[in-house]
Nanobody, 122 residues
Framework: QVQLAESGGDSVQVGGSLRLSCAAS????????LAWFRQTPGKEREWVAC???????TYASGAKGRFTISKDKAEKTLYLQMDSLKPDDTAVYYC????????????????WGQGTQVTVTS
C-alpha cells in the first residue's frame, strides 16, 4: 500500500503563499486520483482539489483561482501551491490517493497522509 507524507506547512501572513508537497512511497498516478483535503478542529474534512491520471484538475469553489494542484511523476510527488492565503485557509492539509473506482471529492477508500499544519495570520 502506498504511503504518503506531507510537508511544507507553516505559519504565513494573510495574502502570502505556501507550497505543500506530498511524497509517495510508490507512484499511484496511473491508477488513482490524487487529492488534497483539509480539516480544522470541530469540522468535517473538506475537499480542496483533485488531479486525475490525465492531469485534469478540479477545485473546490474556495480554492479555485488561488490554489494549484500538480504532480511530478518522476519525483512521485504531489503539490499544492496556495496563493492569496486567507485566515479561513488555516487547517491541517492532507494528501490522499483515491482509488480510480471511488470519488475524488469524497476521498472514500483513499490512503491518507498524516497531514501538515497551515496557519494564516492577520
Amino acid at each position: 500500500q502506498v504511503q504518503l507524507a506531507e510537508s511544507g506547512g507553516d505559519s504565513v501572513q494573510v495574502g502570502g503563499s505556501l507550497r505543500l508537497s506530498c511524497a509517495a512511497s510508490a507512484y499511484t498516478g496511473t491508477t488513482d486520483y490524487l487529492a488534497w483535503f483539509r480539516q480544522t478542529p470541530g469540522k468535517e474534512r473538506e475537499w480542496v482539489a483533485c488531479i486525475d491520471n490525465n492531469g485534469k484538475t478540479t477545485y473546490a469553489s474556495g480554492a479555485k483561482g488561488r490554489f494549484t494542484i500538480s504532480k511530478d511523476k518522476a519525483e512521485k510527488t504531489l503539490y499544492l501551491q496556495m496563493d492569496s492565503l486567507k485566515p479561513d485557509d488555516t487547517a491541517v492539509y492532507y494528501c490522499v490517493a483515491v482509488p480510480i473506482y471511488s470519488d475524488c471529492v469524497t476521498g472514500e477508500f483513499g490512503v491518507w497522509g498524516q497531514g501538515t499544519q497551515v496557519t494564516v495570520t492577520s
